[in-house]
């Protein structure tokens, strides 16, 4: 199918683009890596009357690794985050994500900003924002303001963004010192959205204790879900955590949904198995800090 009809605009600034948006209001959308937007369009299950393609922004491409982590700006590709070196030895979660997202050709369109406005719950990266603790730019003309990722992610394919706004740019802190990051999913098939998928962080004191362990939950609700299972796992070494104990509070914790894929019951099954898996991978790689 075709879309249906729009006005199309390609702005050549931040300042024509933020314009664009704020004079098409509820009606405008942002046209980014297209590789959701169109589809939805093809399929007329979106119909905005007006897109504002960013594309030609090229300000808003740079990838920028900071003290305390790393800035995305909103035309930055998933393939460009995931290949660059500063980038993973800044926040390896990146990488270990973005690696699970689609195939390489839909990695050199679709952004990685564009996948946190889209707001889907089955993808990876809300999920990576969430477990970090990140936040959004969300920019109009004359004001800008953070959205934190836990306000930010507000339903399915809904978020705090408002009509008239432009996510410029996403912030990944840095991992905490001596901690590790991982990421676990299963999907039918290789790049297909994950049936349910798990992103660790577990951080331990100087003497490789446990100090924190949380999760961030995919496919398993209708936003990120965040479960910290510090607790669970005590203050041990994670040689003798118990990480089982972790995992059936994930699966107590979350209320996944059936669809054609998977049964509620499958998907609290693969929430426990990835949970142990994930957060064992995270605390190796925390010990090898
Ligand atoms: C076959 C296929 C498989 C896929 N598999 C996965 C997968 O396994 N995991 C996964 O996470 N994703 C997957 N995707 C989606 C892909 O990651 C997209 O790139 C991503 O979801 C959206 O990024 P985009 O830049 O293409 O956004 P677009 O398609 O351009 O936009 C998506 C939505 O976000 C809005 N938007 C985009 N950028 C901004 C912005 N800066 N400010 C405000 N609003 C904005 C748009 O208006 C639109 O509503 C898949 C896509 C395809 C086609």
């Known amino acids: 199918m075709k879309p249906p009809p729009f006005e199309y605009h390609a702005p050549r600034s931040l300042g024509e683009a933020l314009d664009a948006l704020a004079g098409a209001g509820e009606h405008g959308k942002v046209l980014a890596g297209g590789q959701s937007l169109i589809p939805l369009l093809n399929m007329r299950l979106a119909a905005p009357a007006h897109l504002v393609d960013i594309n030609r922004l090229a300000e808003l491409a740079a990838v920028d690794v900071e003290p305390g982590g790393v ?4 035309l930055a590709r998933h393939a460009q985050v995931e290949r660059s070196e500063e980038v993973a030895a800044a926040q390896p979660l990146l990488r270990q994500a973005l690696r699970l997202v689609a195939h390489p050709v839909i990695r050199n369109r679709g952004t990685v900003v564009g996948s946190l406005a889209h707001a889907d719950p089955a993808a990876e990266l809300p999920a990576v924002l969430t477990l970090l603790r990140g936040s959004v730019r969300l920019a109009r003309p004359g004001a800008v303001r953070d959205v934190a990722a836990e ?14 706004e432009l996510a410029v740019s996403a912030f990944f802190p840095a991992p905490p010192p001596r901690s590790g990051t991982a990421f676990r999913e299963v999907a039918r098939r290789h790049g297909d959205y994950a049936l349910a998928g798990i992103a660790a ?16 939950c995919v ?4 936003v990120p879900v ?10 041990r070494p994670p040689d003798s955590a118990d990480w089982a ?3 059936r509070a994930v699966a107590d ?11 509620v019951a499958y998907r609290r099954h693969l929430a426990g198995v990835l949970t142990e898996q994930a957060l064992r991978d995270a605390a190796r790689e925390a010990v090898d800090a």
Do not use: C, K, Q, Y
């Not at 800035?71 to 909103?74: F, P, S, W, Y």
């Not at 306000?151 to 008239?164: I, K, R, V």
């Open 71 to 74: 800035r995305v700006g909103a």
């Open 151 to 164: 306000d930010f992610f507000t339903g399915p394919l809904e978020s705090a963004m408002e009509a008239g």
């Open 201 to 216: 962080l577990v951080a331990l004191d100087d003497d490789l204790r446990i100090t924190s362990a949380t999760v961030a």
């Open 219 to 222: 496919s398993l609700g209708p």
């Open 226 to 235: 965040l479960v910290d299972v510090t607790d669970a796992v005590g203050h």
């Open 245 to 247: 104990s972790a995992a």
């Open 253 to 263: 914790r979350i209320e996944p949904e059936a669809d054609i894929h998977a049964t």
